[in-house]
């Protein structure tokens, strides 16, 4: 059984870093084709895909956020990690880690997502 | 930046046949997925690669995408069904929504 959990502080400042951290189990990061992306959605709006990080560590960012983006992986503790730096409210949102699995056609899918961690940017 | 377009909302009578659309430059060059997500949980692959239906998601779900449209077909709707769905789809190796549309059973 595939399962991913997210966990990182309820509540973050203003020009604060957040750090996120995506703990999953059921699958391996160095399997081939093996992806996780983190993705967010604040409260009454859309989906929005932040990242993603591949089975050979390749690293892939939103084009609007990516100089705030940071995504590593951790393969012995079967932990990514997000980070996003200087934090404003528009970030208050669900941040979700999904598994991300290679399709054989290249085709990308968030197959299974963990249950998601509200953030809220306030001082 | 590439964008997808839907509806902002789709209602549909139970057992009748709901369909939610997503739009694109090109999109029909692209693979489309959907995802169901109910308030409260997190989000479900119902359809990737256009029309592939993952273990476990019901018969009912299919999807099509040519030209610049991709479109989500319910057939049978059920009031389970409610909920929002969302298009997605990759521009080059960015990931991009679309903004959702709310199903409505009633």
């Known amino acids: 059984q595939v399962t991913l959990k997210e966990s990182g502080p309820a509540l973050v400042k203003p020009t604060q870093t957040l750090t996120l951290t995506c703990t999953f189990s059921?699958?391996?990061?160095?399997?081939?084709?093996?992806?996780v992306s983190w993705i967010r959605q604040p409260p009454g709006k859309a989906l929005e895909w932040l990242a993603r990080?591949?089975?050979?560590?390749?690293?892939f960012y939103s084009t609007s956020l990516k100089t705030r983006l940071t995504i590593s992986k951790d393969t012995s503790k079967n932990q990514v990690v997000l980070t996003m730096t200087n934090m404003g409210p528009v970030d208050t949102a669900t941040y979700y880690c999904?598994?991300?699995?290679?399709?054989?056609?290249?085709?990308?899918?968030?197959?299974?997502w963990g249950q998601g961690t509200l953030v809220t940017v306030s001082s | 930046s590439y964008e997808l377009t839907q509806p902002p909302s789709v209602s549909v009578s139970p057992g009748q046949t709901a369909s939610i659309t997503c739009s694109g430059d090109?999109?029909?060059?692209?693979?489309a997925c959907w995802y169901h997500h109910k308030p409260g949980q997190s989000p479900v692959l119902v359809i990737h690669?256009?029309?592939k239906r993952p273990s476990g998601i019901p018969e009912r779900f299919s999807g099509s995408n040519s030209g610049n449209t991709a479109t989500l077909t319910i057939s049978g709707t059920q009031a389970m069904d409610e909920g929002d769905y969302y298009c997605?789809?990759?521009?080059?190796?960015?990931?991009?929504f679309g903004g959702g549309t709310k199903l409505t059973v009633l």
């Open positions: 999904a598994r991300t699995r290679k399709a054989a056609t290249g085709d990308y899918a968030f197959d299974v």
């Open positions: 059921g699958f391996s990061l160095t399997t081939s084709g093996m992806c």
């Open positions: 990080i591949d089975w050979d560590d390749d690293k």
């Open positions: 090109k999109l029909g060059d692209k693979y």
């Open positions: 690669e256009d029309t």
């Open positions: 997605q789809a990759w521009d080059s190796t960015t990931a991009v």
